[in-house]
């Protein structure tokens, strides 16, 4: 990777699902297209098999065995979980980015803000998230890391200093997340700025289990446009 070593102000490292856009819009996304998947292939009404799947996750149980319950006549049908995993994992997914993170990034950029983008997952799925958002404006693909495609996620050092190895003047680094259990370890350990953006009642990972004293963030937010202003205030 490259080094711009003539920048000087700060780098905002972001999280993607749960502080980009609500991970639950791909969850729904992808309920969608196993209700379509299902009606063609067993004739099962969408309607039905997305009220079974919702119900489902908003409990905390499985879909895909939600749906063998109560649809009996799948559970004789091979490879019906597998394929149900497949579309989970693979579909194009129908999302939109929120106005707030859309403010923020186009903010961070007429400032002239440096950002990268680390999350854990598929290299399929969170690219298919990162276009299907249109992140990937945003983003200079060298200071994007997806888990699957480095070979090492979030609860490893290498992400958050690989970054900062690109940006070695730079003034500051501030990591933005959700998820105290992997989001902020590593760079409290390096020293950055954490935010953690508050749950509005939708994230689907909690924020109450808190590893240990040093997986907790500098800082609680309740929207990016705090995060902005922090940044900009460095």
């Not at 292939?41 to 499985?62: E, H, Q, S, Y």
């Not at 895909?64 to 497949?86: G, H, N, Q, W, Y």
């Not at 989970?88 to 997914?93: D, G, V």
């Not at 983003?139 to 609860?155: H, Q, T, Y």
């Amino acid at each position: 990777m490259t080094h711009d070593i003539h920048y000087h102000g700060p780098v905002a490292i972001l999280d993607l699902d749960d502080t980009l856009y609500p991970e639950a819009d791909y969850v729904a996304s992808a309920y969608r297209a196993i209700s379509e998947a299902l009606e063609r292939r067993d004739d099962l009404d969408p309607a039905a098999t997305l009220k079974v799947m919702n119900r489902a996750f908003r409990i905390g149980n499985n879909p895909f065995d939600a749906l063998l319950d109560a649809f009996p006549a799948i559970s004789r049908k091979e490879l019906f979980t597998p394929m149900c995993v497949s579309i989970y994992r693979f579909h194009t997914p129908l999302l939109s980015l929120p106005a707030e993170s859309r403010e923020f990034l186009n903010l961070m950029r007429e400032k002239g803000v440096r950002m990268a983008l680390v999350t854990d997952g598929r290299v399929t799925t969170q690219w298919a998230k990162i276009k299907a958002l249109g992140l990937d404006e945003y983003f200079n693909p060298a200071d994007i890391w997806v888990s699957e495609e480095r070979g090492i996620g979030k609860l490893a050092v290498d992400p958050w200093r690989t970054i900062a190895s690109r940006y070695p003047e730079a003034k500051a680094f501030i990591a933005i997340g959700d998820n105290p259990s992997k989001d902020f370890l590593y760079p409290n350990m390096l020293g950055f700025t954490t935010l953690c953006l508050k749950d509005r009642g939708c994230n689907v990972h909690p924020q109450n289990v808190i590893p240990s004293e040093a997986h907790r963030p500098s800082r609680i937010i309740r929207s990016l446009s705090e995060a902005a202003q922090i940044i900009l205030d460095i």
